[in-house]
């Protein structure tokens, strides 16, 4: 009879055992899901801060375009507005694909595509 007391043990054992492992591999699974969760979170933040950003670029490419059609030239604009050249040709061409800013008198009704032409500034002074 001991023998079938010992089995009744040892079984026992390994069901508590099989439970103990269980409940650390619960835990695990529960801190997975938590951690993949946050990562989502931030995820979806960061593709809304992104759109937001598209947004404000393509206002920065329009007010560019219309430094342009202003007939200024890209290194008075990198200079007017604190920014490398790098930057005003690389809103030049996001503007570039934008709708075209209206045509007022307060830009002398200049029209068309903006030029890629860079020229001295004629509103510097010579030295």
Do not use: C, W, Y
């Given at each position: 009879?001991?023998?079938t007391?010992?089995?009744?043990d040892?079984?026992?054992?390994a069901?508590?055992?099989?439970?103990?492992?269980?409940?650390?591999?619960?835990?695990?699974?529960?801190a997975?899901?938590?951690?993949?969760?946050?990562?989502?979170?931030?995820n979806?933040?960061?593709?809304?801060?992104?759109?937001?950003?598209?947004a404000?670029?393509?206002?920065?490419?329009?007010?560019?375009?219309?430094?342009?059609?202003l007939?200024?030239?890209?290194?008075?604009?990198?200079?007017l507005?604190?920014?490398?050249?790098?930057e005003?040709?690389r809103?030049?061409?996001?503007?570039?694909?934008?709708?075209?800013?209206?045509?007022?008198?307060?830009?002398?009704?200049?029209?068309?595509?903006?030029d890629?032409?860079?020229?001295?500034?004629?509103?510097?002074e010579?030295?």
């Open positions: 009879m001991a023998r007391s010992t089995k009744k040892n079984r026992e054992r069901r508590q055992r099989r439970a103990e492992l269980d409940a650390e591999r619960a835990q695990r699974d529960a997975i899901e938590d951690a993949a969760s946050t990562f989502f979170d931030a979806d933040a960061r593709d809304e801060l992104l759109a937001k950003l598209d404000i670029d393509l206002d920065r490419a329009l007010a560019i375009q219309a430094l342009v059609e007939k200024e030239t890209n290194p008075r604009i990198a200079q507005l604190d920014i490398p050249a790098a005003v040709r809103l030049r061409e996001l503007g570039a694909g934008a709708a075209p800013v209206a045509v007022t008198a307060s830009n002398g009704g200049a029209a068309g595509a903006p890629d032409v860079e020229r001295d500034d004629p509103h510097e010579a030295a």
